[in-house]
């Protein structure tokens, strides 16, 4: 309770203006669309959501939890787009510039953000992460219930650019012909999780966290008998908090609080309050 404290009065500084100069790796934004000053209240703070992320209601707890910490008021904000939600998924709906906009007019933080190697933009910082997941094979048939069990030319699929597609395509590019199974892509999990339930393939490789959401919890329901880990290296799949690389300082403050929160045990009971599987370990 001390450290909460500790951290709440630090929040308390937050009244000031911050300058806010576009980016270079951004294509030009007019000066009307984007502020270019904002303000951080000493008593709110304003968290956008990605409004289309399955995780959109995890986002929203996790984010409350850490402004109560803090002391201060949350504001929350819904980004949408004018492109289509992928269901089960949570990509940002956004080209780059037109995230920056919204980011820069309307949040001092924005959830769901995935820390990935080269996919943040350079003009955003992001928090520690507090969901950890993973991506995994899900067969319906129990007696294949390891890579090497799926037998060659037998169809897995695979959401285009999900987490470790990457890395499975090249891993089977680097099996015999003769015995690997065939990937097949599907554009996003709400057709690759049909399929898998319809028999079209016999695996799919896709984010955890999306085949429990579509199946309440229990893979079952969608005919799932087993599911594995990858025999390749595939990332985890983890989510923080963004700010304007410029708010280092309020950056800090939700670290600590996350921090406190992870420690407490919040953030997990948090987690168990949805149809999806615990955080992973660090």
């Excluded at 450290?3 to 709440?8: E, K, L, Q």
């Excluded at 951004?26 to 270019?36: H, N």
């Excluded at 087993?226 to 025999?231: I, N």
Aim: glycine share 6%.
């Amino acid at each position: 309770m001390i450290r909460r404290f500790v951290i709440a009065i630090a929040a308390s500084v937050l009244s000031t203006a911050v300058a806010v100069a576009q980016p270079s790796s951004v294509p030009w934004v007019p000066t009307d669309m984007a502020e270019q000053r904002r303000s951080l209240n000493d008593d709110e703070i304003t968290i956008c959501l990605n409004k289309t992320s399955a995780l959109v209601e995890l986002d929203r707890q996790v984010a409350q939890a850490v402004g109560d910490t803090l002391l201060l008021n949350v504001k929350f904000v819904e980004l949408s787009s004018h492109f289509p939600p992928y269901k089960y998924d949570f990509r940002l709906p956004f080209a780059e510039r037109d995230l920056y906009v919204e980011v820069t007019n309307k949040c001092q933080a924005l959830m769901g953000m995935r820390l990935s190697t080269g996919g943040i933009p350079a003009w955003l910082t992001v928090s520690a992460p507090y969901y950890r997941s993973r991506s995994v094979f899900a067969v319906a048939d129990a007696a294949q219930a390891d890579f090497a069990a799926l037998e060659a030319g037998q169809a897995i699929g695979s959401r285009l650019g999900a987490p470790g597609d990457t890395q499975f395509t090249a891993y089977l590019r680097s099996m015999d012909a003769n015995t690997r199974p065939q990937r097949v892509p599907y554009p996003n999990n709400e057709v690759l999780l049909d399929k898998v339930k319809t028999g079209s393939v016999s695996a799919a490789f896709l984010w955890e966290p999306a085949l429990f959401l579509a199946a309440d919890g229990n893979p079952e329901n969608l005919g799932i008998t087993s599911t594995f880990e990858a025999p390749f290296a595939s990332p985890v799949v983890e989510f923080g908090i963004a700010f304007p690389v410029q708010d280092t300082f309020l950056r800090g403050l939700v670290d600590e609080a996350l921090s406190v929160l992870i420690a407490d045990g919040e953030i997990a009971s948090i987690i168990s309050g949805f149809p999806i599987p615990p955080s992973l370990a660090p």
